[in-house]
Each structure stands twice: as structure tokens, then as C-alpha cells.
């Protein structure tokens, strides 16, 4: 069963500038029972999210509405597990799939090849399963003969084909994206709509974070719209595709 | 969460898990093999080179043998450079794989062993060309080289966790990494690394007090001389133990700020 549940979540983002990474500081303050050193105590935050608490059910799709410093970033990384909660809690279960950057462990020097088992182990795939769906990537990708040389002679929109080809390989229950990705020239982008379309709708949840109200509408059946890290609206939207 | 969740988590990235950091490590190797034809060797050429003007001059300096004296030399350096560039990629191994840790959840210690296996393979690079320079001076023997692998396995043992220790403390303060490598380079002179340790004149306390004397004695005292010796192996890995044991209790008292501060 596959769950997305947030209770009272609260996430503050510590600031830490010159003064608080100082180990000079702290070691002065330790020593001397805080009375040297005292004045950088006072902890900076912002606090990004703000008590949140909602219930995301198998067969949800949700959209994250919000404007840009809402959160909506934040939020999804906490729910990829990069950040933990401050206070409050999020519990989550089924194999999480993070949209968010595609060619995250991408090395440019190393050939096409190399970058798919790359990129598969920093996505926590197995090397089987690499193995297996490496014909398949390939094939997707549409690069050809251009995976056996350095990712470095590839142009962007080349580099970002195979990120996705990698990245939409591998079965997921949830998938955190942000925007619908645009990925390459209007070809390839068709082939990856209809491949991103047929993943969101396999993985039993979706959330997708996005300004445009248009999107959500077509892709989403619920929405939460987020203002200074406070959820304000959580409603169900209709298909209008 | 619970501790119970935290080591699986975390010990998870030495057993499932650990195809990522062998993958990621090989490939820090093979990128300096790229558009280079020697590739990491070039440490151990450096190395050599380093040994063999220091060898010469200082055999005379210190009125020893060089038959004697290069040998041990060349052990002692290229046991130093490994620790040294262990401990010092292993400090920043936090701060180097940021980029990844913001992105994807993965156990933390999967980047503090990266950095573990790519020195371990690099130093490898440096090993093998210790054998040829100790057989032709006729001091190898392969218990001897047996006796120095397992040396090699528990420095690495022992030093892995303090990279842990040292990653997270440096993660949190960015003028600690400084401080390392200049204490680092302090460590080298008074670590028998250049001198030999009866050369002290009764001043022993500088090499019983310092760990570093015995993490090179273990891997250098077998090929030398043939012998294992059991003092240091039983101190290293008492040390690796408590080591462990600090390491995955402040990961896991400090695992969920980590992320905050990369």
C-alpha cells in the first residue's frame, strides 16, 4: 500500500553564515561556559514550511500550486527523504522516484554507457536491473552510436534525453516532479510526454509542483496550493483531459 | 527515527548498497586514467621520485645505509601519502558529494566509502611498485606480504570511520578542514616516516602516543621484516572499534541536520 502522510510538518532551513560555521566560535563558547561567543547563539532560520498535515492516497495526483519561495521545492525533498522534518513528521511507503534533477551523478567524461550505470546507482537501482533495461534506455534515448563516447561531446538537450531515458527507466510507485519536464527538440519530446504520461499513470502517485494552474488542471485530480510554507487550499480538481 | 532504522539504513549502504560507492569510486579512478596515459600512477611517480632524492641525500644527513634506508622509505612514504590523502578526501567527503545528498536520499556513508575505495584503489597503484623495489633489495617475503595486506585492510578498518567522524564535523565547521591538513603535515615529521623510530634518543613518547606510528607499522614492518606485528594490529583495531562506534553514534545524533548543512 502506498501512502504519502504529512502530520504538523515544520521545516526550518538553519542559516548557517560565517559566524555559525565557525569552530572557533563554538570551541570558545564550550570553554569559556558560553560567556565568549555568545552573541552568534542566537540561531537564524526560515522557516520553509510551516504545518502541514495531509493524507496522499494511492491513485492521487497531486498538484503543488504555489509562487515561487512557497515551498514547493522544499516540500518535495522532504518528501524524496533528502530533508527531515524539523517538527511534525512525514511517513511514507512505495519506492520514490525524484524527477527533480536528470542528470544528477552524470560524470562528463565518461562515455554514455558508463553515465546509464552511473546515474542507475545513485538512483539506488541494482545492477541487474541496469543491466536489463539497458538495451531499453539506449533505445529510448535515440542517441545510438553516440553512447560510446564521453557525455562531454554531447549537447545539452543530448545530455538531458539520456538523464530522462535513465531516470523514466525503472518502475515507481511515487513520482516528485517539478514543472512537467520539457525535455529536447519537438521529436523526442512527444515520445517523452507519451513515456512520462504512461509512468505517472503505472505509479499509483504523482505529485507534481508547478505555477501554471493549466497544467495542474490536465494532469491532476488534486491540488494544494502553498503560501509562505502554509498549506491554504487543498481541494480535488476535475480532469479537463 | 529509530536507531533500529538508522543502522539499517545506513549499514545498508555496506551491503545492498554497496554497488553505488564501488560504482562511484571506480569512476573517480578511471577519471584520472582519462586523456592520461599513466593515470593515478602519476601519485606513485611522484612518490618515487620524492623517495629517491629524499633517499639519497638523507642517507647521507642521517649517516645510514641506503640499502637499509631506501627500502624503508619508500614503504613509509607511500604508507603515509595513502593516509594522508584518505584522511584528507574523507574529511570533505560530506562537502564533496553535497550536490548528491540534496538530491537523493542515500545512506551517508555511502559517500565516506567512495572516498574510502578510490584511495584504497589509488594506493594499490602505489603498492604494487613497492614490491619490485623490496625484491631486488631482497627484503620480501610472501607470508611478509601477506602479513602487510592485512595490515592494509585493517588501517583501512580503522581510518574509515574516522573519515566519518571527520566529514560530518566538517560539514558543520568549514575552518576544520584547514585545520587537518596542517596538522596532517605536522604528523609527518614527527611520525617515523623519514627517520627511524631508535633514532629518537629516548624521546619514545612521540611515537607511543601517536597513532600514525602504528597505522605505517603495520603495513610497513611485514614487507620489511617479515614479522606481523600483533601490539599494533591489536591497537589499531581497538582504535577502529571505537572509532565505529563514535562514528555511527554521531551520524546518527546528526544525520537529519547533515543535509541542512551542505
Redesign the interface.
Known sequence: MTYLIAERLTVD??I?DVGH????K?ALSWITGGRIGETSNHRLSIRALEDLSFDIKPGDRVGLLGHNGSGKSTLL?VM?????PTQGSLKSQGR?T?L??LT??M?V??TGY?NI??RG????V??ADIKQSINDIAEFSGLGDYLRL?VRTYSSGMMVRLGFAISTAFPADIILMDEWLGVGDAQFQEQANSRLKEMTSNASILVLASHSTDLINSVCNRCIRLEHGKMVQDFSVEYSS | ?TLTNFLKRELNALS??R??WY??GL?DV??RY??SIIGPFWITLSSLVFVGGLGVVYSRLLNLDLEEYLPYLACGIIVWTFILNFINEGASALIGSA????????PLLTHMMRVAFRNTLIFLHSWVILIPLLLWYGYLTTYGLLCSILGAVLVIFTLTPLTVLLAIVCA?????LP?ISSALQLMFFVTPVMWFPQQLAGLTSVIKYNPFAYLIDLIREPMLNGVFPLASAGLVLGMGLLLWAAALALLFTHH??I???L
Do not use: C
Not at chain 1, 524524496?80 to 527531515?84: G, K, L, P, S
Open positions: 532551513y538553519p548557517l560555521r565557525s569552530f572557533k563554538d525533498k524524496a527523504n533528502v530533508y527531515w520514490i525524484s527533480l534533477d544528477l551523478g560524470e567524461e565518461a558508463e550505470h552511473l546507482a545513485i538512483l539506488g541494482k545492477p564521453p | 527515527m545492498h548498497g554497488h553505488t560504482l562511484l569512476h578511471k577519471g582519462r586523456r550536490h548528491i545528498i540534496k538530491q537523493v536520499s542515500l558543520r565547521y568549514r575552518d576544520v585545520m537529519k541536520q543535509p541542512y548543512w
